[in-house]
């Protein structure tokens, strides 16, 4: 129901844009959100827009990351900017950000791994 894609390897200081189709039925009711989580650590949410448009942010990538939807092609993206290693991660698509990691199996993406590494 979800699948990502744009993940990848990059530069600190680099970007990169991750996508996340999603069924129309999702993505014209929910709201939407990324989440990133390194091993053996919760995930954690780092970006959410509603269906309306409301968007909301993880203060760690406030200013470099930006999230936007179009309901013309049901995807959510998640463009990031001037990326640090510590945004190493594999980040996954959430239809359900509100629920937070606690969201159900079927809320998910597969995640797409996210490497910032000279």
């Known amino acids: 129901r979800l699948v990502e894609s744009g993940g990848g390897l990059v530069q600190p200081g680099g970007s990169l844009t991750l996508s996340c189709v999603a069924s129309e039925s999702i993505f014209s009711v929910y709201a939407m959100g990324w989440f990133r989580q390194v091993a053996g650590k919760q995930r954690v949410m780092v970006a959410g827009?509603?269906?309306?448009?409301?968007?909301t942010y993880a203060d760690s990538v406030k200013g470099r990351f930006t999230i936007s939807r179009d309901g013309a092609k049901n995807t959510v993206y998640l463009q990031m900017n001037s990326l640090k290693p510590e945004d190493t991660a594999v980040y996954y698509c959430?239809?359900?950000?509100?629920?937070?990691?606690?969201?159900?199996?079927?809320?998910w993406g597969q995640g797409t791994q996210v490497t910032v590494s000279s």
């Open positions: 959430s239809s359900d950000p509100i629920a937070g990691p606690n969201a159900g199996p079927d809320s």
């Open positions: 827009i509603t269906s309306g448009g409301s968007i």
